[in-house]
């Protein structure tokens, strides 16, 4: 009887190790692409950047908030590098589409409309793809009514809505890296469909040449898993994008 409970008792620790370190793998606490001297502390800032005080709004999720990167993510270089100031409403595993508390919309609503911000930036969530959420159609109006926020099509549209009539400023979107996910390739086709209908700007990382050329080795240092990058690849390989375009769109 003590034998088969010690090994029932064995068996419940084993399991526990295991999940845990799943986990610590998953946050990227032993990723090389973590190391200190790619962090936002050893970062220094850019002379005479042309966006430094501009105000941006970043609403997303886990790679907004920079959750397999201590923190640190391209927001947080930004801030640092470029002295802009950010707003950043982000919140690892929740989805465009509304549904449990704390989705983007909701968490959208919270913000003070009083902010004087000089764009707003939204991530596509890789959230909504992993959950199979509805895609859903684009809308023929632009009007809230014509918005259906249960879908991924319509909980776009009512960001951008929302946004723009809130706070007056631009709107933009960006897209994840590429990974092994057809139902975000088609969540990328339709917002870039929706930008076209909104005039509004997208940050294509899905679609960018130059980062899917990436190679394996710097691949391994920049990401931590498929979606989320590490350190060094807000600091070295996202931000500079993200930079490139602020630069044009905020001069």
Not at 72 to 77: E, N, P, R
Not at 146 to 160: K, L, N, Q
Not at 182 to 205: H, P, Q, T
Request: one cysteine or more.
């Amino acid at each position: 009887m003590k034998e088969k409970i010690f090994l029932f008792v064995s068996g419940v620790l084993i399991i526990i190790a295991v999940v845990v370190a799943i986990i610590i793998v998953n946050q990227g606490v032993f990723s090389v692409g973590n190391d200190e001297k790619y962090s936002v502390n050893n970062t220094q800032a850019l002379p005479d950047s042309p966006i430094k005080g501009k105000t941006i709004i970043f609403l997303g999720s886990s790679v907004t908030y920079g959750a397999t990167s201590e923190q640190d993510s391209f927001v947080d270089y930004l801030v640092k590098e470029d002295g802009i100031t950010a707003v950043k409403e982000a919140v690892s595993g929740t989805t465009l589409v509304e549904g449990p508390k704390g989705s983007y919309i909701a968490r959208m609503k919270r913000l003070s409309p009083d902010i004087k911000a000089d764009l707003f930036i939204c991530q596509l969530s890789t959230n909504d793809a992993t959950k199979r959420k509805p895609l859903g159609e684009i809308s023929e109006g632009f009007d809230e009514e014509s918005f259906d926020t249960s879908t991924v099509a319509g909980a776009i549209e009512y960001i951008i809505f929302y946004a723009k009539s809130t706070w007056n400023c631009p709107v933009a979107f960006y897209t994840g890296t590429q990974y092994k996910s057809e139902r975000y390739g088609e969540m990328v086709s339709l917002l870039n469909e929706i930008a076209e209908k909104w005039d509004i700007d997208v940050i294509d990382l899905w679609n960018n040449s130059e980062m899917n050329a990436v190679s394996k080795e710097d691949y391994k240092l920049y990401m931590v898993n498929g979606i989320h990058p590490s350190r060094a690849g807000y600091k070295l390989w996202w931000t500079p994008v993200f930079r490139e375009y602020l630069y044009e769109k905020l001069k």
